[in-house]
C-alpha cells in the first residue's frame, strides 16, 4: 500500500465526517423549522389548516435523516479505524520486508516468514474491510438522498398551503423556503460523500 492510497484514505474519512456533520445540523435545523411552522399553523388556524400535517411530515424527514445520519457515522468511524489500522500493517510489512532482504542467507531467515506473511494477511483483510464498508457507506448515503427529495416536494407543497394563510403568508413561505434550501444543501454534502467515496474506492 502507497503513501499516497493511505493518504487519499484519510483525506476522504475526514472529508465524510465533515459533511456529515453539516447534515445532521441542517436535519436539526430542519426539525426546528418543522416546530416554528406548527405554531405558526397553530395562530392561523383555519387560514393555515392545511399546513399542519406537514409540520409533521417535516419533522418526520427531520428524524429520519438524523437516524440515517447517526448510523452513518458509525460506518465512517470504521472505516477510520480500518484505514489506521492498513496503514499501520503496511507499515510492518514494509519493514519486514526490508529486514528478510538484509537477513538473506543469515540464520534467522526463515523466521521472519511467518510474521511477515501475518502482517500482509491482516494488511489485506483490512483493505477487504474498508471495500465492504464502503459499499455499505454508499447505500446508506443513497438512503439520506430519499428523505431531502421528499423534503423537496413537501416544501413545494408548503408553499401552496401557506399562500392561503392570509398575513401568515410570509412566515409559511419562509418555513417552506428554508425546508427547500436545507434539501438542497443535503442533497449537494451527500453527493460529496459519494463522490469521496467512489474516488478513494477506484484506487483500490
Known amino acids: 500500500m502507497n503513501v499516497g492510497r493511505t493518504k487519499s484514505k484519510f483525506v476522504a474519512v475526514a472529508s465524510i465526517a465533515a459533511e456529515l456533520s453539516a447534515v445532521?445540523?441542517?436535519a436539526k435545523e430542519i426539525s426546528l423549522a418543522a416546530a416554528n411552522a406548527k405554531a405558526i399553523a397553530f395562530r392561523a388556524g383555519e387560514k393555515a389548516k392545511g399546513f399542519q400535517p406537514i409540520t409533521d411530515f417535516i419533522n418526520e424527514?427531520?428524524?429520519d435523516t438524523i437516524d440515517l445520519v447517526e448510523n452513518i457515522n458509525e460506518h465512517a468511524i470504521s472505516l477510520y479505524q480500518l484505514t489506521v489500522n492498513?496503514?499501520?500493517m503496511a507499515e510492518a510489512y514494509?519493514?519486514?520486508?526490508?529486514v528478510s532482504a538484509l537477513a538473506k542467507g543469515a540464520a534467522y531467515e526463515q523466521s521472519l516468514e511467518h510474521p511477515m506473511a501475518n502482517a500482509q494477511l491482516r494488511m489485506l483483510e483490512c483493505r477487504q474491510g474498508f471495500k465492504t464498508n464502503v459499499a455499505r457507506l454508499l447505500d446508506q448515503l443513497e438512503e439520506v438522498m430519499h428523505p431531502a427529495r421528499a423534503a423537496r416536494v413537501i416544501a413545494a407543497n408548503s408553499r401552496i398551503e401557506a399562500s392561503q394563510a392570509g398575513e401568515y403568508l410570509q412566515s409559511l413561505q419562509a418555513v417552506a423556503e428554508s425546508v427547500d434550501n436545507a434539501a438542497q444543501v443535503i442533497h449537494d454534502n451527500v453527493q460529496r460523500c459519494r463522490t469521496?467515496?467512489?474516488?478513494v474506492d477506484t484506487t483500490e
Open 24 to 26: 445532521m445540523g441542517v
Open 61 to 63: 424527514l427531520a428524524k
Open 86 to 88: 492498513e496503514h499501520r
Open 94 to 98: 514494509q519493514k519486514f520486508e526490508m
Open 196 to 199: 469521496a467515496l467512489s474516488v
